[in-house]
């Protein structure tokens, strides 16, 4: 939330606008207030347990998340079902605010954040009972007309989950810069699903809650779906740990050679900017973005010295550095979520024109991840200062890269960047001490114009 774009901003404000004038006739209803009660502690309920149970699992580093898209299902969705199953649409649109709203949020600010996902959860929910009320679902209900009670039931799904896309989609598009074919792209298949499944639970919940054994018998439906829940919950817990494993990685990176402190989330970023241009789905995305981040963690076998080196490289340190995409290789090579950001690793310094290294591979025989990783590390290279030259404006090393694609680039990637920045700037947002470590100043840059022909190693002007 910290670079949020004012539309961004703009949006929520009118996200939440539009959820207060659907709970604004609440009062004309005659809704049961009890049931609405009842509903919204136990919708909070298990917010704040699901809440608890994640709390600490932070985001990765360098994801660069600015607001929280979207109302992540949790098992209290076929809480806010069953309500809108049973009650009128504004009272069914209260159920889940007290919940979101007193929700744990981890990122700064808090309550642009809650207000976010209540007025988005409200909306859902406010949709969902709109269309089954309008079916005649609330009597199918009451009177357990099945099969009748599972269509209208899989419309309000449908609405449920509609909306929600609809409002992940627009601000991704506005706070992420997400290209807007990428924005809504597989978003309501995805969510489909899993919302058919809890609207079942939810379905039951209320048929339950209308029987002769009331609320409490209702109540034995969220044992199964907390059961689920859980088991979710250590799936995201092993990719929290898979996160963790990254950073302590980089982390290592950044101690042994400061002067490129940032780089390796940077390059990530950079690695996701094109991703999202080439229309890569979500799961590849992130793993490329791994790739960027770990690129170049084969440099902790390196000697520091090497690194540190301020002056030209000779012959024999350059073979050593050079080097590193193969220990990184070896690094992670058991790694297995890496999956194809363990080939990135190996080949990001192969040329499209075969002169690169390790292998010296050629145009497509080099992955795709390691093309696209190649130039990310360029770009971040060439705009960031370095011991051994001074950072170069972002429209000049896009200009570097034009004049290396086809030799050294691919152009796909390099045309992918240019237009991915072209449209939401490059504002990368690093989790990295910028600061030196202690006892050591950064050298001063040597100006450009006067920089030694030895210092320079590709086309680009960056050393390995």
Partial sequence: MRSVPPWARVYVVCTALAAAFCAVPVPDTHAPWAAVALFAVLCAACELLAGSRFAGDGGPEGAGTSVESGASLRWHTPVMLAAAFLLPPPAAALVPLP?????????????????????QLALGTWAASKVHWSLGGRDAVVTSDFPYALVVA???????????????????????????????????????????VHGLA???????????????????????????????????????????????????????????????????????VIARELGMDDERAEVLRFAGILHDVGKLGVPTRLLRKDGPLTPEERRVIELHPEYGH??????????EARSAILHH???????????????????????????????????????????????????????????????????ALTRGLGRQGWHPVVTADETPPHGRTRPPAPPAPGEPDGRRRTLDGTRP
């Avoid at 090579?333 to 890496?338: A, E, P």
Wanted: net charge positive; glycine share 8%; proline share 5%.
């Fill in 349 to 415: 310094h192969e040329r499209l024109d075969g002169s690169g290294y390790p292998y010296g591979l050629k145009g497509c025989q080099i992955p795709e991840f390691a093309r696209v990783v190649a130039v990310a590390d360029a770009f971040d290279a060439m705009t960031s200062t370095r011991s051994y030259r001074r950072a170069r404006p972002v429209a000049a090393a896009l200009e570097e890269l034009e004049r290396c694609a086809g030799a050294q680039f691919d152009p796909r990637m390099v045309e």
């Fill in 99 to 119: 919940g979101a709203l007193l929700a744990r949020v981890e990122q700064r600010p808090r309550w642009p954040r809650r207000v976010w996902r209540a007025a």
């Fill in 202 to 272: 939810g379905l039951m919940m209320a048929v339950l809650w209308r029987s002769p054994y009331g609320p409490a018998a209702a109540l034995l439906v969220l044992l199964p779906m907390y059961v689920s829940w859980w088991v979710f919950a250590q799936y995201h817990r092993e990719r929290a740990a898979h996160r963790a494993t990254i950073r302590a990685l980089v982390h290592a990176v950044d101690i042994k050679d400061g002067y490129t402190r940032g780089h390796s989330e940077r390059v990530g970023q950079a690695s996701m």
């Fill in 330 to 339: 070896e690094m992670v090579r058991g790694i297995g979520f890496l999956g």
């Fill in 154 to 196: 899989g419309a309000a799904v449908v609405a449920f989950c509609l909306v929600l896309t609809v409002l992940d989609g627009g601000i991704l598009a506005l706070a992420e810069r997400v290209p807007l074919r990428a924005a809504w792209r597989g978003l309501f298949l995805r969510s489909l699903a899993p919302v058919t």
